[in-house]
C-alpha cells in the first residue's frame, strides 16, 4: 500500500468479512471497491433506517440512540452549531447512568434547555409506541419513514435506493401483520442489499 501505482485484492466469499476489512480500512483513508457493491446500510441513508431498526430491537435503548441521533445527515432540520450542542449537552446527561431512566425522560428533561429536545421527544415516543404493535410490513414501511423523514430530512446519499426498496417491499406487502422483531429482521436483510 505504501508503493504508488501498486493493488492490493481482498478476495473472500464472506460480504460481512469484506464489510469489516473495508470499513477497517476507510479509517485509514483507504477505498476499497467491492464488485459486488456496497450494502444499502452502509450508505448515509441506509444507516439512518438501520440504526432506527436497532432502536426498535433495543426497546429505544438510550445507547441505540445516542447512535441514531449521531448518525450522518440526523439533525431534524436544526443547524449544525445547535444539533452539536444539543448533542454534547445530552450526551453529558446519560454519562455513568445509562439504564436507571428510559431515554425518553431524559430527552424530556432537556426540553426546557433546547427545543429541538421536543421534536426528539416526539421522534423517541413514536418509537417507544411502535414498539408494541403489529403491522403489515406496508404499515411498517410507512411509519419508520415518516420518523427517518423526521431525523433526517435532507435526501442522503442513497436516498434513491431506498426510496426503491421501500416502493418494492410495500407492493410486496401483504395484510399478514408482524411483530417488530420480525420486522426488523426482515428489514436488516434487505438493507444488506448491495447498490
Not at 13 to 37: E, K, S
Request: charged share 20%; aromatic share 4%.
Amino acid at each position: 500500500l505504501e508503493a504508488a501505482g501498486k493493488n492490493v485484492a481482498v478476495i473472500t466469499p464472506a460480504p460481512a468479512l469484506m464489510q469489516r476489512v473495508r470499513l477497517h480500512l476507510r479509517r485509514y483513508d483507504i477505498h476499497v471497491n467491492t464488485p459486488q457493491g456496497t450494502p444499502l446500510a452502509n450508505q448515509p441513508a441506509g444507516q439512518v433506517w438501520s440504526y432506527v431498526l436497532g432502536c426498535l430491537s433495543d426497546e429505544v435503548g438510550t445507547l441505540a440512540l445516542l447512535d441514531l441521533l449521531h448518525a450522518e445527515g440526523v439533525n431534524c432540520g436544526e443547524d449544525a452549531a445547535n444539533w452539536q450542542s444539543f448533542l454534547r449537552k445530552w450526551r453529558s446527561k446519560c454519562r455513568g447512568i445509562i439504564g436507571q431512566t428510559s431515554a425518553s425522560e431524559r430527552i424530556r428533561r432537556l426540553a426546557s434547555e433546547f427545543s429541538i429536545a421536543a421534536t426528539v421527544s416526539r421522534i423517541v415516543h413514536d418509537l417507544e409506541g411502535l414498539h408494541r404493535q403489529h403491522f403489515t410490513l406496508g404499515e411498517w414501511l410507512t411509519h419508520i419513514q415518516a420518523i427517518v423523514d423526521s431525523l433526517a430530512p435532507e435526501r442522503l446519499s442513497g436516498h434513491e435506493a431506498i426510496t426503491e426498496l421501500v416502493e418494492e417491499l410495500s407492493l410486496a406487502s401483504n395484510s399478514m401483520k408482524l411483530d417488530v422483531d420480525d420486522m426488523v429482521a426482515l428489514m436488516q436483510e434487505a438493507l444488506m442489499k448491495p447498490v
